[in-house]
């Protein structure tokens, strides 16, 4: 009987060179992250104009002249806006009033009409409900 010789070793290689691949490309996945925190940190991303008006040396690089923000004292502001919001009236979040007043959809019955034929005992209907805990709807 022939019996089937051992496996060819080309997987054992195959698999090794992956391996190596896998490797070097970690290393130089570290090695760019590593040179991109060092020139962030040392603020080499920064744009800068180069100063033409002291020196005309093109190495000599100026940075950007702050500007001050002024504010005016608390105190001095108004209070017209504090006043208003205070004194207005806001109404009541109903739907139906909402509905009137945005949407000019009026006279809306709070609940369902009753149906066509009255409902035997024992009989089943599906509906939707919702739970406001999970914030999820399904039929029941």
Known sequence: MN????KSSKRGWII??????????????????????????????????????SNNDANTVSQAPTVPVSRPPVESISDET???????????????????????????????????????VGAQQQFWVSNVETDQNFQI
Not at 26 to 44: K, P, R
Not at 89 to 105: E, G, M, T
Not at 107 to 116: D, E, F, G, I, K
């Open 3 to 6: 019996q089937p010789g051992p």
């Open 16 to 53: 090794g060179i992956l391996v190596v691949l896998c490797c070097i490309g970690l290393m130089i996945v570290a090695i760019g992250g590593y040179a991109f925190y060092y020139l962030s940190a040392n603020n080499f991303f920064r744009t800068q104009a180069p100063n033409l008006s």
């Open 82 to 120: 504090l006043n208003t919001l205070e004194q207005d009236v806001v109404p009541y979040n109903d739907p139906y009033d909402l509905a009137c007043r945005l949407k000019n959809i009026c006279n809306v019955s709070h609940t369902l009409p009753a149906p066509a034929t009255p409902l035997q």
